[in-house]
């Protein structure tokens, strides 16, 4: 299985740029006074491959980086071999949940828009294991129950010291949408409400009188990482999906986001429909 880009290579490729950059030098010429190839320093910028922590402080020393600043790039290079819990896993798993997994791991917000179902972070198991049965046709129990189990686990980012913010814009449809049956749903929709009382979890839903907006194509999720250009989205596809960090891929849909959040319900609005909606008859 190939392994996705993680946070850290990511962060460490665009800051080892920029430094070179800075410094008014050549891939060539960087390369050179360090003894790595053009061909190399250049793997090392664009996040892929592995990379040798004395030859990122070495380039850093070129550089004429702070102390501090090279100390925190050669942990990055330390740390970016480290691999994720889902890696232990006896079963394996979709490829793009292995990126996803691995960007995940270390974002600092998601902001996301769901068309279908309520986002995967704030499902309770019933509600995913109805999900999942329901995406995957003639899936095997055990095979549901394994992907259920890592969405849960999943979950676990939002119990950190430091969780990231979760940003939700949820179409009505997904509100309303009984998925797993009537008491699946009432729980559910109880459990988005929980939800809804931390503070790093914000949810808007998009009423139907809204009309066109500007993401009727379908549901995604922008993957924030610490600085812009480490951003990521992620769009659902049938069978799995699809990643994009090009700068006028993220602007589209940032800019979509930005318009959702705008035509959708206030925070208290969307709290109160979302309970009104559980208090009606199935």
């Known amino acids: 299985m190939a392994v996705g880009p993680t946070t850290r290579r ?5 800051d080892l740029r920029r430094l070179r950059e800075v410094k008014g030098l050549t891939l060539e010429e960087a390369g050179a006074r360090v003894g790595i190839s053009k061909a190399t320093l250049s793997r090392y910028e664009t996040k892929e491959g592995t990379v040798k922590w004395p030859a990122v402080d070495a380039l850093c020393r070129e550089y004429g980086a702070s102390d501090e600043e090279r100390g925190a790039l050669v942990e990055l290079a330390k740390g970016a071999k480290i691999q994720g819990w889902w890696r232990s896993l006896a079963d394996p798993i979709p490829e ?9 791991d270390e974002v600092v917000r998601e902001d996301h828009y769901a068309s279908v179902y309520v986002p995967g972070l704030l499902q309770t198991r019933a509600y995913a294991e109805a999900v ?16 259920v189990d890592i969405r849960m ?6 119990e950190r010291d430091e969780p990231p913010h979760i940003w939700s814009v949820i179409d009505e449809a997904a509100i309303r949408r009984i ?6 749903m009432r729980d559910q929709l109880r459990h ?3 939800m809804c009382t931390r503070p ?8 139907f009188s809204t009309g066109a907006h500007a993401a009727a194509v379908g ?9 812009p250009e480490l951003d990521v989205v992620y769009v659902d596809l049938l069978g799995g999906g699809l990643f994009m960090e090009k700068p006028q891929e993220l602007d589209r849909y940032r800019l979509a986001f930005q318009y959702l959040s705008a035509q959708a319900l206030d925070l208290e609005s969307s709290k109160e429909l979302i309970h009104r909606i559980n208090q009606e008859p199935s």
């Open 132 to 147: 999942h049965r329901a995406s995957e046709v003639q899936c095997p129990e055990r095979e549901v129950q394994h992907m």
């Open 153 to 158: 686990k999943r979950q676990e980012l939002l």
């Open 179 to 184: 998925v797993g049956g009537p008491q699946v």
């Open 200 to 207: 790093n979890i914000t949810v808007q839903v998009l009423p």
């Open 192 to 194: 988005l409400l929980d």
């Open 219 to 227: 549901s995604f999720a922008i993957l924030r990482g610490p600085t």
């Open 10 to 14: 990511r962060q460490l490729g665009a």
């Open 96 to 104: 793009s949940m292995n990126l996803m997994l691995t960007l995940e």
